[in-house]
């Protein structure tokens, strides 16, 4: 029996420790993407490319990762979740599996992204697996003062690790503010998009100042240079989760 | 310059996953006491044997062990710490330090010890590393009722893997019950003393209960005897901390 290919969306949590990123490579390198990619192929008996809407680095988790693919498989898809979610390692999980309309695109459909930053004050053996680590007590206030600076649409390239082939660096911000969770500074951004490494490089800069170690003026220069910051390293990747992908209703 | 012994108590915590449990073990197994040993070794250069108050199983994780050390060495302790930090896995962090009169033994000291065990309904890429997993819903109230029925002081002996030659299986719980955080199902218990693995015995029976598997008679029934269980495994190392040792004041 033919079955034409239907499209498929899939939501997927994933532990980025030990994967070189989302993004599949050549070569040996662990990645979420050639781990999924292996699993539903080696099921479906079938070469499967997907896409996702979010390329995150290397060591960043994801809670709510979209991704889809093509298939001419016609297997029901509780039975293909469970499947793929046994060969695939138990740090990548699948948590939802449904069929969508063909015109569907986990990336380009995306209205948008949100990611969250956990932050520790001190290095813990339990929860700098996911979290990033300040080494002392920064100024949260301060820290919402830079975030409330962030919403808008703007060229991020100041905070990105993005060539310059890339398709522009405008973005545009919706919401930004920092909060508390426990032991966590936790930092909550919403974007159409982002660029490469933009979170983590937008986190240091606030981690930075909120230590006392750039003033907010400084910070507020920043946003408004498009040239790469040279003395900016990114925030570490544990700390940092793609929370959520949203689209047109 | 000759300095008396004196006696350091420290409090520690651990992500129990990569370790054959606390306790130092002949040959190359991983161990928590065993690496803390070789650190403070290595930096004072002195054989040093601690003593932990609760010896936790293989994988099983602490927020707040308690152990403590005699050692000849005057180093300042703050200076102790941050070196021994530097040395140890960054799964292990020595998180206090601090002098106690040489009469104080972590181990036997303790007037109790408080565990908590965290439950996931589903398996997850992220939370799964600190949880166990019921495979379902469970019923909460249900697990409620089991767990207030296990305050008091009786022979514990079923829900062990204490050999015969142990100095004895009676144990007296103060309280324990289960309470909701997010998506986790959070046991917490408190008593004088645990035998081996009881706390993952207990909340597998609990488990098995709320999962409709066991009748709440039965695991009444099984509170009464004192030989071990044959058919109850215990509930997954993963989920399980070591939360806090308490003392005289």
Not at 114 to 121: G, I, K, N, T
Not at 147 to 163: C, H, V, W, Y
Not at 223 to 231: A, C, D, G, K, V
């Amino acid at each position: 029996m033919t079955v034409p290919a239907r499209t498929i969306r899939m939501e997927i949590e994933y532990d980025g420790t030990d994967f070189s990123g989302w993004q599949r490579q050549s070569g040996a390198l662990p990645t979420v993407q050639g781990a999924i990619e292996a699993a539903l192929g080696r099921i479906m008996q079938e070469n499967v490319s997907i896409d996702g809407a979010g390329r995150t680095d290397k060591g960043v988790h994801a809670r709510g990762q979209v991704a889809s693919f093509a298939t001419a498989s016609a297997m029901e898809l509780g039975r293909l979740m469970h499947s793929a979610n046994s060969l695939l390692p138990p740090t990548i999980r699948i948590t939802a599996m449904r069929p969508v309309p063909d015109s569907f695109h986990a990336r380009f459909s995306a209205t948008s992204r949100e990611y969250r930053y956990f932050l520790l004050e001190h290095p813990s053996a339990i929860d700098s697996r996911f979290a990033g680590c300040s080494r002392g007590r920064p100024d949260f206030a301060a820290m919402n003062r830079l975030a409330a600076m962030l919403p808008g649409t703007r060229d991020f390239a100041a905070f990105s690790k993005e060539g310059p082939d890339q398709q522009g660096t405008i973005c545009t911000v919706t919401s930004a503010r920092w909060y508390r969770s426990g032991r966590f500074y936790v930092f909550r951004i919403e974007a159409n998009r982002f660029l490469r490494s933009m979170v983590r490089f937008l986190v240091a800069g606030m981690i930075e100042t909120g230590m006392g170690r750039i003033d907010e003026a400084e910070f507020a220069k920043m946003l408004e240079s498009t040239r790469r910051l040279p003395n900016l390293k990114p925030a570490d990747a544990a700390g940092l989760f793609l929370w959520k992908v949203r689209y047109r209703a």
